[in-house]
């Protein structure tokens, strides 16, 4: 009977553990690294938010609606990646109902606008782990060969955050993917009503 | 001078001395006396006036509508100080008569005196004047008796004229009402001995010949004098209130020949007051009630009610037939509910067999339905389109021409896809604040069509588009 209870036991937590690394992973582009020492929370002068960085990657104070930009240190100027957080007033505050595909269009023509060089812009609504954001993804000419842009967009109260992430085309699977997912998953901004 | 007077109405419109004899009347412009007349009751010669035997005397020309005096149609007619002539509207009246005979002077010519101051007369011893006086005195005696015995003649053929006309009239009066045996041995008879070639009284006595062949004689009635038949028949047209002029001078050449009849004096009274005051014809008198007639529901008829009255039930049949005419000619433009309502309610008031109001009925529930059918179909296609407000529109009025229709589910669902494109324009509006605000009031403005004032957002939209 003992250990019939403890088998059941087992089966729940396993179960549960399961779903929760399933919802996890579910989204390769949303999800916190299987390595996260690699990461580290960056220590900001702001409480609006917290995240969790490359930890060999150099950040950078940025200048009116970008908050900081994190860049990839590489050696002989090779060709590296960034990640730019920015914010956004926004003009009436959206409920996460108001994040849908009329949203997303809406971003990625303002990304159109603000990158003229931009080409094949797709945009999609993602839901992972209770965070819903617009997601808009294209690609541009790069210092060296094409580069992929890849953007989240996160509304919370009064602000829209942009993670805009930047990376070679040609290593964005193999490498940088799996960073920016987990960057994007350790994105937390402060609850509106508490800020 | 003799003046002729020439009344239209009692308008006097000319006026004329009777210097030239004859005088021509007539249409025509070559006459003395021209009567223009549009109508041409006047015939262009119409008739003439001349003088014979020292009277004026209006003589037919061979008229169309001839020259009338009291009433009665005359070939010829002498004037009398009282006499008035009709010639069409005309009237003719001669002034300046005496009574009798016109004295007719013949002047002597110029240059020849007297025969009993001239040199004839100076000749002659006074014996032979006494003599010859004498003589002349018997002429003139016997002139005077010759001129008395002429003008008693005149005056007599006058009476005997005017005897003939009521003898006339007495017998045009008892043949009218088919007393013929009697017009002809009290009129018209002892009038052919006086008048044997009087036209008229030979065509009555033909009349009443041939009436007497057709029909076998009555019983002798009393006798009825022309003048008696006369005022008979004056008194018949005042009864039936035609009374004018012209009946009043019947009455008139009635008195001519019996001035003291009483009777003849108390119409005349009676037809002058009735010319001032025409004699309006009575009221019929009411009918007895009758009951209705049954007419049968396929040539419009009902049923009547016990005891009804055919007047009412006639009104009841023309009320119903009012009723089925408007219902019919509604349903030619288009039926919906209440044509259909309006002959069913004939059918059940009426009867089903009443005139085609069956295959009437039937005709316009497929129309109706039909219009229905159509609008519904819209509504739906004007749903599927998104236009919201349009389709309910137009599911009401499908309702409204077919109210069996159920449409409740359909409008509930339009009205929740109405609310969710409102709260969609509302949400679109929240988005576009930020990134394209110029497009914000036109959204704001579909969400106040869309949504219901409870709605937050349906307040948040009035406010912004309310002017600060």
Not at chain 1, 96 to 116: C, F, H, M, T, V
Not at chain 1, 126 to 142: D, H, Q
Not at chain 2, 349 to 359: E, M, R
Request: aromatic share 4%; hydrophobic share 40%.
């Amino acid at each position: 009977m003992t250990s019939r209870v403890v088998a059941m036991s087992l089966l729940v937590v396993l179960s549960l553990v399961g779903a929760h690394a399933q919802s996890d992973n579910s989204d390769p582009w949303f999800r916190r690294s299987a390595r996260p020492k690699d990461f580290a929370v960056a220590r900001l002068p702001w409480n609006t938010f917290s995240v969790e960085l490359p930890k060999d990657w150099q950040v950078a104070p940025g200048y009116r609606g970008i908050l900081l930009s994190s860049v990839e240190n590489t050696r002989n100027n090779q060709p590296t990646s960034s990640i730019v957080i920015e914010q956004m007033k926004l003009e009436a505050p959206l409920t996460s109902e108001d994040i849908d595909g009329e949203l997303a269009k809406l971003e990625a023509d303002q990304a159109r606008l603000n990158d003229p060089s931009g080409q094949d812009f797709q945009h999609h609504v993602k839901e992972v782990a209770g965070t819903r954001f617009v997601f808009v993804t294209y690609s541009r000419r790069g210092l060296n060969g094409m580069d992929s842009v890849v953007q989240y967009a996160i509304p919370n109260g009064n602000v829209l955050y942009r993670l805009v992430c930047i990376a070679p085309t040609a290593q964005l699977a193999q490498r940088y993917q799996a960073i920016f997912a987990h960057v994007a998953a350790s994105f937390k901004p402060t609850p509106a009503n508490a800020s | 001078m003799a003046r002729l007077l020439v009344f239209r109405g009692e308008t006097l419109g000319q006026e004329l001395d009777l210097a030239q004899l004859p005088l021509t009347i007539g249409r025509g412009p070559a006459n003395d006396l021209v009567l223009e007349d549009p109508v041409k009751s006047v015939s262009r010669e119409h008739a003439e006036i001349r003088l014979e035997g020292g009277r004026y005397v209006l003589t037919d020309r061979g008229s169309e509508n001839g020259i009338w005096v009291a009433g009665r149609r005359l070939p010829s007619v002498a004037f009398e100080p009282d006499t008035v002539a009709s010639i069409g509207p005309f009237r003719l009246k001669i002034e300046g008569l005496t009574a009798g005979p016109t004295q007719v002077s013949t002047p002597v010519p110029p240059g020849r005196a007297s025969w009993a101051t001239g040199a004839f007369a100076r000749r002659l011893t006074p014996q032979h004047k006494r003599v010859v006086g004498g003589a002349l005195a018997l002429v003139a005696v016997g002139t005077l008796a010759v001129a008395g015995v002429v003008v008693r003649s005149a005056r007599e053929r006058e009476r005997a004229a005017n005897e003939t006309a009521a003898s006339i009239v007495a017998a045009r009066f008892q043949l009218d009402r088919g007393s013929c045996a009697e017009a002809l041995a009290q009129n018209i008879q002892p009038a052919l001995t006086k008048d044997p070639n009087n036209k008229d009284l030979l065509s009555l006595k033909q009349r009443a010949e041939g009436c007497l062949t057709l029909v076998p004689p009555p019983p002798a009635p009393p006798p009825v004098s022309p003048v008696e038949a006369a005022l008979a028949s004056v008194r018949e047209v005042m009864a039936q209130g035609q009374c004018d002029e012209a009946l009043v001078q019947q009455i008139v050449a009635i008195l001519t020949s019996e001035p003291d009849n009483a009777d003849a004096l108390a119409l005349k009274a009676e037809a002058q007051k009735c010319v001032i005051t025409p004699v309006r014809p009575s009221a019929p008198a009411p009918k007895a009630p009758v009951l209705a007639q049954r007419i049968p529901p396929k040539d419009g008829g009902l049923e009547p009610l016990p005891g009804e009255l055919d007047r009412d039930y006639q009104n009841r049949v023309g009320i119903m037939r009012q009723r089925y005419e408007e219902a019919v000619t509604a349903a030619s433009k288009g039926a919906d509910r209440s044509i259909v309502d309006a002959l069913e309610a004939i059918a059940r008031d009426a009867t089903p067999q009443y005139l085609n109001v069956s295959a009437n009925l039937a005709a316009a529930r497929r129309s109706f339905a039909e219009t229905a059918q159509r609008i519904l179909g819209e509504a739906q296609e004007l749903a599927r389109k998104g236009q919201w407000n349009e389709s309910l529109q137009k599911y009401s009025e499908a309702k409204e021409v077919d109210p069996s229709l159920s449409i409740d589910a359909d409008v509930r669902k339009i009205q929740d896809s109405k609310k969710q494109a409102g709260l969609a324009a509302c949400r679109s509006a929240r988005q576009k604040l930020t990134y394209a605000p110029k497009e914000v009031p036109d959204l704001y403005r579909q969400v106040l069509e869309l949504l219901t004032p409870d709605e937050e957002c349906y307040q948040a939209a009035q406010r912004a588009l309310t002017p600060k």
